[in-house]
T-cell receptor, first 113, second 113 residues
Framework: QQQVKQSPQSLIVQKGGISIINCAYE??????FPWYQQFPGKGPALLIA?????SEKKEGRFTISFNKSAKQFSLHIMDSQPGDSATYFC????????????FGQGTTLQVKP | DADVTQTPRNRITKTGKRIMLECSQT?????MYWYRQDPGLGLRLIYY???????NKGEISDGYSVSRQAQAKFSLSLESAIPNQTALYFC????????????FGEGSRLTVL
């Protein structure tokens, strides 16, 4: 029940295309769903996050879509750029709990010029 | 200077050796975490600490120990390193309450031969 399942493991997209990464969770007590972006040699950094009371959140070219009934959420990167090439992690947390973030398995995105 | 600093950044050691990874932070956060990153497995929580007197096991604590020497310092020890502890290790901090955002260091790559 604590797992967050992420797919695909790797993704190759042409410049200007749309990158889509999907995550699914089981624990309905999760109430905060962040996405982290990690560049080679760096630690993950918060990219965008959503709470389950909204179905979509957009920040620039990055959008989270959230489907509470299906217990799924996804990251969409519009107009993907080579600089977006990185590893992306979805995560979930029960804020009222211990602050332990549960991470997905990660997706390595490569955007080709 | 980085807000969350990990040392060493890279370490190669032999089976059976004792290893310590150190983490210090200047963010003034109460909560500190150690995660391990393996390809295809994402980030898994090893130990976490809410303050100097509070240490908690995460999902994969076997073979590891930690010490919270001060609010700003949290070290991870491998008492007798084994090859399957070869991984990238991350320290992270979080302010109590708030949004749940974790702030990561740049990682310590450990290779156990």
């Amino acid at each position: 029940q604590q797992q967050v399942k992420q797919s695909p493991q790797s993704l190759i997209v042409q410049k200007g295309g749309i990158s889509i990464i999907n995550c699914a969770y089981e624990n309905t007590a999760f109430d905060y769903f962040p996405w982290y972006q990690q560049f080679p040699g760096k630690g993950p950094a918060l990219l965008i996050a959503i709470r389950p009371d909204v179905s979509e959140k957009k920040e620039g070219r990055f959008t989270i879509s959230f489907n509470k009934s299906a217990k799924q959420f996804s990251l969409h990167i519009m107009d993907s750029q080579p600089g977006d090439s990185a590893t992306y992690f979805c995560a979930a947390i029960r804020s009222s709990n211990t602050g332990k973030l549960i991470f997905g398995q990660g997706t390595t995105l490569q955007v080709k010029p | 200077d980085a807000d969350v600093t990990q040392t060493p950044r890279n370490r190669i050691t032999k089976t059976g050796k004792r290893i310590m990874l150190e983490c210090s932070q200047t963010k003034g956060h109460d909560r500190m975490y150690w995660y391990r990153q393996d390809p295809g497995l994402g980030l898994r929580l090893i130990y976490y600490s809410f303050d100097v007197k509070d240490i908690n096991k995460g999902e994969i604590s076997d073979g590891y120990s930690v010490s919270r020497q001060a609010q700003a310092k949290f070290s991870l020890s491998l008492e007798s390193a084994i090859p399957n502890q070869t991984a990238l290790y991350f320290c992270a901090t979080k302010q109590a309450g708030g949004s749940g955002e974790l702030f990561f260091g740049e990682g310590s790559r450990l290779t156990v031969l």
